[in-house]
Every structure is written in C-alpha cells, then in structure tokens.
C-alpha cells in the first residue's frame, strides 16, 4: 500500500502494476534467451592514449529481443542476477568472447585482449575461473588474451572468496581491472591486497574532467593514486577532444569511449584489428 497526497492508503498503483508486470515478462523471455540465441557481444575499443594503438575490446552482452528489440544490459542484467539466470549468461559470455577471439585468429588478424565483466553473483555462486580455463584450453588461446572487469562492490562482496578466485585467474595470466572505479567503497588496502592491474575511472569523472577545476584535481588524484599501486589507468566515457587532451595531460594511459568508437558487432570490430591504429 502506498500513502497518496491525502494521507490514504492506497492499494492499487497502476505504474507500479505495470513496472512490475514488464519486469515479470522481461524475466519470462530471459528465461528463453539463450536457447533462442538472442544474445550477442558487442566490442568497444580501448585506446593507448600515448600511440593511439588499439590495445583491448570490452565484450558488452546485447540481448535482440524478437518484439522489443535491443534491450541494453542495465535493464536485463539486474533480473539475470535475481534469477540465477547470470550464471549461464555469464557463461556464455566467456565462452563467446573465446571462441571469437579464435575466429579473429583463424581469420589471420592480428588479436588484441577481450575484457569481459564478471558480477558478483557470477563470483559468489558460480565462480569464473573454471569455466574461463576451460574454454582458453579448448581454443589454444592464453590467458593473456583475456581481461577481466569487476566493479569495487564485486571486490568486497559477502561470502565470497573473492581473493582466490582472482588469483586463480591471476594464475592464468588474465588481467584484473577494477570497472566503475569511484563509484563504490573500495579502499586503497583492498586494491593492493587483490593485486589489480588496472583501474577503469568511471565516466562521471572523465566528464567532471574539463568542467570544473575540482574534476581535474580529483581525477589527478586518482591517476597518481593508481600509479603509487603500480596499476594502469583507463578513462571510461571519453567524448570530446577536450577530455582527451586532459587524460594526457594528466598521465592517464588508456581511454575507452565515443571519441574513439562506440560498441560494435564482431565483424566490425574484427576490421578494426587489421588496422589497428585508432588516432
Ligand atoms: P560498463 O562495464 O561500465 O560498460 C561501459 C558502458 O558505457 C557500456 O554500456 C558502453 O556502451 C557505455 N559507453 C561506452 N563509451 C561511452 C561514452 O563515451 N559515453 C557514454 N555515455 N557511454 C559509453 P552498455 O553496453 O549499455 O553496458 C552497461 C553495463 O552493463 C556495463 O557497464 C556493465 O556493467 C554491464 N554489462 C555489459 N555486458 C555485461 C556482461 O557480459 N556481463 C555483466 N555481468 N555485465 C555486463
Ligand atoms: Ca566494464
Ligand atoms: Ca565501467
Ligand atoms: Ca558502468
């Protein structure tokens, strides 16, 4: 029941009943999905803002719905995590992201890494590492060839060991970035007792970045925080030539976003390996 303005109860909300029922159909076709084959990785570039190579794609799950069409990730994979439905879905996602990385390599391209991100539902009940050696053994590949992203809340989930895990994955040669860095509670501690390598500052801060002169400061600080732990810096979200001449200024690494390329098909993004330089 929900109070309206004149202090009633009441019992019946139409935009919740239909917010609800979306949700429960969008569950519903979720459960489908991968039977149906309606989800695909889509590839956005990261850049090495000192050469301007292209040096990794973020695999990004999209869901081709048959009536809805795309639906993007922030709306399905919050539903795939309360259902469970995140660990096939995830698994999919590695084993995809695998065996394109062959395909690219069959075709004679020249591979970069594929960075896929991993929930912490994924960690807490399914674990990764397994599934992920599995499926670079199958197709020859190292585990260089892979990254992996997770959010700080990931990091610090509850009743996971999440520490062994990375370092199992650590194990086979797979990067670790920290995604979204900003936006959760990570501490300074956490980031060196898990070993990350590289720290993705979300994109919040990447357009604070030419606004106003505070964004510039706390993006510094977070650049030679990185650099004190020995970690790799990427900006998420970069946009204009503005922001991208600050990054540099600023000693950040690598950046990822618009300006650069938007997320795209394999097939495009495997043009992208045989020219890959990106500016
Ligand atoms: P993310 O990992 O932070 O991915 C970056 C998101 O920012 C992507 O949204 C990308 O399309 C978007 N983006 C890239 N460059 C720019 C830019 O310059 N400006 C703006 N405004 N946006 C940019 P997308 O593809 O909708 O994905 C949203 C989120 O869904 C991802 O955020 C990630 O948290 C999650 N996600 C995507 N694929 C997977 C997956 O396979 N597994 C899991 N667990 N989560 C995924
Ligand atoms: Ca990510
Ligand atoms: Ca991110
Ligand atoms: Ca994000």
Redesign the pocket.
């Known amino acids: 029941a929900k109070r309206d303005r004149g202090g009633k109860f009441r019992f019946f909300d139409p935009d919740l009943y239909i917010a609800a029922t979306a949700r429960a159909q969008l569950r519903h076709s979720l459960q489908g999905a991968l039977a149906a084959e309606q989800f695909e990785?889509?590839y956005?570039p990261r850049v090495d803002l000192a050469t301007g190579r292209l040096c990794s794609m973020?695999?990004?799950?999209?869901w081709r719905h048959p009536d809805l069409g795309m639906v993007?990730?922030?709306k399905f994979?919050p539903i795939?995590?309360e259902s469970g439905l995140?660990g096939p879905?995830?698994r999919f996602?590695i084993e995809e992201a695998c065996h394109q990385l062959a395909l690219w390599r069959t075709a004679g391209l020249a591979l970069v890494p594929v960075s896929?991100?991993?929930?912490a539902?994924?960690f807490a009940h399914e674990g990764v590492h397994a599934h992920l050696a599995m499926h670079l053994a199958r197709h020859h590949l190292a585990g260089a060839m892979l990254e992996v992203?997770i959010?700080e809340s990931a990091m610090v989930a509850e009743g996971v060991d999440v520490q062994r895990e990375l370092a199992a994955l650590r194990e086979l040669g797979v990067r670790l970035h920290v995604?979204?860095f900003g936006t959760g509670y990570s501490s300074l501690a956490q980031l060196q007792r898990l070993n990350m390598d590289v720290l993705?500052i979300?994109?919040a801060f990447?357009?604070e970045l030419t606004v106003s002169p505070e964004g510039r400061v706390l993006f510094q600080a977070i650049v030679s925080m990185a650099k004190a732990l020995d970690m790799a810096v990427v900006a998420?979200?970069?946009?204009t030539a503005g922001q991208l001449e600050a990054l540099v200024a600023l000693g950040c690494d690598e950046g990822?976003?618009?300006?650069f390329a938007?997320?795209m098909p394999a097939r495009q993004a495997g043009a992208l390996l045989g020219r890959p330089q990106m500016m």
């Open positions: 990785l889509h956005q973020e695999a990004l799950l999209r993007p990730p922030a994979i795939a995590e995140i879905i995830g996602v896929i991100n991993v929930s539902h994924q992203e959010t995604d979204d993705k979300d994109r990447t357009s998420e979200g970069v946009e990822q976003g618009y300006l938007a997320p």
